[in-house]
């Protein structure tokens, strides 16, 4: 049989820093473990924006549809903000999303111990943080139509965006929240504004009718999306897995993230339908930008993607227990004080490079065997 085939597209910015350490794990594990991955390399965002000018070409889109895994690094920069809105890097982003139908962002929210007091709440608020955010992906307001800016009769302007859902959409993407609910603390909060918006009103008697004919099971709540931002940030610990649609997606996962410390942390999943293989399509990617002002300076902390990798050996590979060890990995080496430049805080300190980092972590890999 041949190995599982994972294509790695570092982007822009520091993406290919992190991604260079990401590539060292997953030697580490094809040479340690005999965990070996079929590995090419493509370009996306400003990168392919330079070589073919398209954030994204037909070619690497293919090979995105054909791979079991896709794990992207970054995408951006300034050098590209002149550029027309159709050819910017985030539309190679976008694409791959909508047209591997990745209709399911999975967004964990965990507090490590060693990072309890790098959040701006207080720690016995934080320590043991650890939830999931479900965001759909492929719909809503990003996407709906009509949207544009258009001429008013006043002689001004009207900028339109249309939030448009359907009861599919909102019911597959319930699916896989209450599926990740049943395998965590069986506890799930359905977040909208049904008490203004007609889409909202859909949306929380979709996941209910999912709830009541599927998920019986599964404890689940409803709540405004404003609450829930409020809630995030008063007392995280009550929610285990948040599911919500593109736009409250957006802002509540990047709410949530910060609760952790640093957005240089967090690894992201966005997973589609099974392919044959009964694998899904799923592409993996951290959290963070670009981060143009530290580019090739080595402080970028890789922990993110690395962590995105771990998700991949999860959802995508069924490799629970390498996923595991190498979170356990991570731990260890934040336990022991390493830290990129993100990570000082107020209380200073010596920062470790980007490589540093990525061969701390092999380090560790290596001392659990």
Known sequence: MSNPSLLILPGDGIGPEVMAEVRKVITWFGDARGLKFDVEEDLVGGAAYDAHGTPLHDDTMAKAQAADAVLLGAVGGPKYDALDFSVKPERGLLRLRKEMDLFANLRPAQCFDALADFSSLKRDVVTGLDIMIVRELTSGVYFGEPRGIFPDNEGGRVGINTQRYTTEEIRRVARAAFELARKRNNKLCSMEKANVMESGILWREEVQWVHDNEYSDVELSHMYADNGAMQLVRWPKQFDVIVTDNLFGDVLSDCAAMLTGSLGMLPSASLGAPMANGRPK????????????????????????????????????????????????????????????????????????????????????????
């Open 282 to 369: 799923a592409m993996y990617e951290p959290v963070h930008g670009s981060a143009p002002d530290i580019t090739g300076q080595g402080k970028a902390n890789p922990i993110a993607c690395i962590l995105s990798f771990a998700m991949a050996l999860r959802y995508s590979f069924d490799e629970g227990e390498a996923a595991t060890l190498l979170e356990t990995a991570v731990q260890k080496v934040l336990a022991g004080g390493a830290r990129t430049a993100d990570l000082l805080g107020p209380q200073g300190g010596t920062a470790i490079s980007t490589t540093e980092m990525g061969d701390a972590i092999v380090a560790a890999l290596a001392a659990s065997q």
